[in-house]
């Protein structure tokens, strides 16, 4: 977990992110945020839902405020993780930005079907992608209202 931005009270940012640089360069871009964001990393679908039910080392995990989940995971595919999340009746209530370079008609449709937020497709160059994070922060964590629950 990497503390990011003002002191102001910290959003908790999920991202579920199995590329080192994308990783990277997601917390370059939220590092001009204008809000405090405490970002965590699950390097797969398996680890964010150990995360998500606070199982093994994620045991004092926070409830996160907000995921940013890519698709084509090794060990659980992200598809699966929204469908677990959506389902959920503690975790349904989390907002999931989808965050991926697939382009495909069939996962805009599904990822939407399972009750994702929004679909974002990675854009191939830095400063696109640089862009599409920090567009990112400006609307969901500047503009939007999250619910802050604490967790049960």
Same mark, same amino acid.
């Given at each position: 977990?990497?503390?990011?931005?003002?002191?102001?009270? @910290?959003?908790?940012?999920?991202? %579920?992110?199995?590329?080192?640089?994308?990783?990277?360069?997601?917390?370059?871009? &939220?590092?001009? @945020?204008?809000?405090?964001? /405490?970002?965590?990393?699950?390097?797969?679908?398996?680890?964010?839902?150990? &995360?998500?039910?606070?199982?093994?080392?994620?045991? /004092?995990?926070?409830?996160?405020?907000?995921?940013?989940?890519? !698709? /084509?995971?090794?060990?659980?595919?992200?598809?699966? %993780? !929204?469908?677990?999340?959506?389902? #959920?009746?503690?975790?349904?209530?989390?907002?999931?930005?989808?965050?991926?370079? #697939?382009? #495909?008609?069939?996962?805009? %449709?599904?990822?939407?079907?399972?009750?994702?937020?929004?679909?974002? #497709?990675?854009?191939?160059?830095?400063?696109? &992608?640089?862009?599409?994070?920090?567009?990112?922060? /400006? &609307?969901?964590?500047?503009?939007?209202?999250?619910?802050?629950?604490?967790?049960?």
């Amino acid at each position: 977990m990497e503390s990011i931005g003002t002191n102001a009270a @910290a959003i908790e940012v999920l991202l %579920v992110e199995d590329s080192p640089g994308d990783v990277r360069l997601t917390r370059e871009a &939220f590092k001009d @945020a204008k809000v405090h964001i /405490n970002l965590h990393v699950a390097a797969d679908g398996a680890e964010a839902m150990a &995360f998500l039910g606070r199982e093994g080392q994620h045991v /004092n995990s926070p409830r996160p405020d907000l995921i940013l989940l890519d !698709l /084509n995971l090794p060990k659980k595919d992200g598809r699966q %993780v !929204l469908e677990e999340i959506k389902e #959920s009746p503690t975790l349904k209530s989390i907002p999931v930005v989808i965050l991926t370079t #697939s382009e #495909s008609e069939a996962d805009i %449709v599904r990822s939407y079907m399972l009750h994702a937020n929004c679909y974002i #497709s990675k854009p191939v160059d830095l400063n696109g &992608f640089l862009d599409v994070v920090k567009s990112i922060d /400006n &609307f969901w964590l500047s503009v939007v209202k999250l619910p802050h629950k604490t967790r049960e």
